[in-house]
Structure formats: structure tokens, C-alpha cells
């Protein structure tokens, strides 16, 4: 006689009439099935759980924005830099109009840096939501499997 029970069914009891004891039957395909599910959940616990409050969208301007953030703050630490670098040529010779001219350039590398930053962020973010879904699919598909293991 087998009565499965336990989390899953994963243990079944094999009870052998004649001398009266129990013998523990391990269920082989839910113990993979679960070790499946469960190095799946390891590998992308991080992406796993976050990209599933998101659309795709909204997970790769959220990325975008942070790159945004991130290549906006750089650059200015490197302008400040520069800046202070040639602070003693710069007020000492600066003239109005040069100091116009010198913050149009700032501003056109600022927005070229910022432009190829977006670019490269939504390729970026892009393949890391695609994976994390997919792999979010995979998760799924093996609970369904042990669900429906376990309905037997």
C-alpha cells in the first residue's frame, strides 16, 4: 500500500503488510523538479523578483533614468575637475563671449555622452528584463509541473 503525503508528496510511505513497518519511497522526478525551480530562483533571485512588479517599459526607463543619473553626476565631477585645473588660466583671460562659447561645448558633450549613454542603457536594460522574464517563465512552468506531480 503507497499513501503519499508531505510537502508536494514528495515522500511517499510504502507500507509492507507482513512485517508491519514503514519504508520512506522518494518521488525522483519532484526532488529535480524542485531542485530545478529552485537553482533557477538562485541564479536570478536578484532580477527574478524585481522584474515582475515591472512592465518592460517601465523596468528599462527606470534603468535609463538611473543611467541618466549616474552619467550626469560623472560628468559634472569631471567638469568641476577640469574647472579647477585651469581655474588660473580661465579667470584670468576669459572673456564673456569665450566663457558662452566654452559652456556651449560643455553643454554639446554633455548631451552627446548623455545620448550614447541612453543608447547603450536600453540595450542594457533591455536583455536583462528579457532574461529575468524568461527565466521568470521557466520558474513557473516547473512550480506547474510540480503542481501537477504532486495532483497524482
Given at each position: 500500500?503507497?499513501q ?9 510511505v510504502c ?31 536578484r ?22 543619473v ?34 556651449v ?14 543608447i ?8 536583462i ?24
Open positions: 500500500m503507497l503519499c503525503n508531505g510537502l508536494y508528496g514528495l515522500v511517499c507500507k509492507n503488510t507482513r512485517r508491519e513497518r514503514t519504508v520512506p519511497v522518494i518521488n525522483e522526478k519532484k526532488v529535480r523538479l524542485m531542485t530545478k525551480a529552485e537553482m533557477i530562483k538562485k541564479q536570478n533571485r532580477e527574478l523578483f524585481n522584474t515582475r512588479k515591472f512592465f518592460a517599459s517601465d523596468f528599462v526607463t527606470f534603468g535609463m533614468l538611473k543611467a541618466a549616474g552619467a550626469t553626476i560623472a560628468y559634472v565631477f569631471v567638469v568641476l575637475l577640469v574647472f579647477l585645473n585651469e581655474a588660473d588660466a580661465l579667470l584670468s583671460e576669459i572673456t564673456v563671449t569665450a566663457l558662452i562659447d566654452l559652456a561645448r560643455y553643454v554639446r558633450v554633455y548631451a552627446l555622452i548623455l545620448v550614447v549613454t541612453m547603450i542603457s536600453v540595450i542594457i536594460w533591455y536583455r528584463y528579457k532574461r529575468s522574464s524568461d527565466a521568470l517563465s521557466q520558474y513557473r512552468e516547473v512550480i506547474r509541473e510540480l503542481n501537477e506531480e504532486s495532483g497524482q
